[in-house]
């Protein structure tokens, strides 16, 4: 079977032909549920839905809009029963209180006759960081969860096992289009994320952040969103800076989350962190001159540059500047 192929990117899915937008996932999920009755059940299932499972009652609409309100994601309705809204985002990131808002007011949901109305939330964040970056669990009085795309995949696996032929190979599907969607960084991208590294040995550390990066071809940070600054998705570039110049710049392979860095560092103590993402870099880019800091870079600052001008700038601060003009 001859390979498919939109620009570089291999397809292994049929969802991939819809794209890797929000609204992408969106309706990939919704067909997904509308299509996999046990798929739809188990998710049902996980929210504690207390109405007997009946498929041929329930709607699934994608994309509705009212005014003023904005569009939903999509929708899960049985008359006088339930009334799901389903907020779908990719990475880390999450609704604001005010978007949350608009979705409990909307007209159709305030006169909805449903017993038992919610609104969910699909990203990539696990429950201590939602927990401590997100924390709403109600907006006038809706109940509002969280669920992981993985709690999602592992959904629609389990529901391999008592599916038909057809909802299996939907559902076969639908986890391979996840499973990229979730590792996906901004390939087309040629930002680099700059970011400077200390000489020094933390505290009970036996291992320097420089070693990190150049002995291990690793690098971790916390996962952004909010405080602090860090990106919420990983950059497919990042660059190190030390000693007053740029020194490497480094393609990310590849990149999981964790809380416990001694699991990956045994010369780091154990412990319990905020969510980290953990880059495996590739090997090193290095300017063909020197490509100092410059006056406003200073400290621990750290800036996003196109990766062709940090290599023929002479300063990061040059390159930062120009990448903005561009």
């Known amino acids: 079977m001859a390979d498919l192929y939109i620009f570089n990117d291999k397809i292994e899915s049929v969802f991939q032909l819809l794209g890797q937008k929000e609204n992408d996932i969106s309706y ?3 067909y997904a549920f509308s299509n996999c009755r046990h798929f739809l059940q188990k998710f049902l299932q996980h929210l504690k839905i207390e109405t007997p499972f009946d498929p041929d009652k329930i709607k699934i609409r994608l994309q509705t809009h009212e005014k003023e309100k904005g569009f939903t994601d999509f929708e899960i ?42 609104i969910v939330v699909f990203n990539e964040s696990i429950p201590a960081f939602t927990k401590t970056h997100f924390g709403i669990t109600t907006i006038r009085t809706i109940p509002v969860e969280v669920i992981s795309w993985n709690d999602i995949r592992k959904m629609a696996s389990s529901s391999k096992a008592i599916g038909r032929d057809t909802e299996n190979r939907l559902l076969k599907e639908l986890n391979i289009y996840l499973d990229k969607i979730s590792s996906m ?8 994320y700059v970011v400077s590294l200390g000489s020094g040995i ?4 036996s291992v320097s952040w420089q070693d990190i990066v150049n002995k291990h071809s690793k690098y971790f940070h916390p996962v952004g969103g909010s405080k602090g600054g860090w990106p919420a998705e990983p950059p497919n570039y990042i660059a190190f800076r030390y000693g007053g110049k740029l020194q490497s710049i480094h393609h990310i392979d590849k990149y999981e989350v964790f809380t416990d860095p001694s699991i990956h560092f045994k010369t ?27 006056k406003k870079i200073i400290r621990s600052m750290r800036v996003w540059a196109m990766l062709d001008l940090l290599l023929t700038s002479q300063t990061i601060q040059d390159a930062r500047d120009k990448s903005d003009a561009r």
Do not use: C, M
């Open 202 to 205: 933390p505290d009970k550390w």
């Open 28 to 30: 990939s999920v919704g």
């Open 185 to 192: 960084q901004k390939i087309d991208s040629n930002w680099v």
């Open 268 to 294: 780091i103590p154990k412990g319990t962190w905020d969510p980290h993402y953990l880059y495996d870099l590739g090997p090193a880019i290095r300017p063909s001159h020197k490509v100092e800091s410059g």
């Open 77 to 118: 309705i049985q008359d006088n029963e339930f009334h799901i809204i389903v907020e779908a985002k990719r990475g880390w990131t999450f609704p604001s209180k005010a978007q949350l808002d608009k979705y409990a007011t909307r007209p159709t949901f305030v006169s909805s006759t449903a017993k038992d109305k919610r």
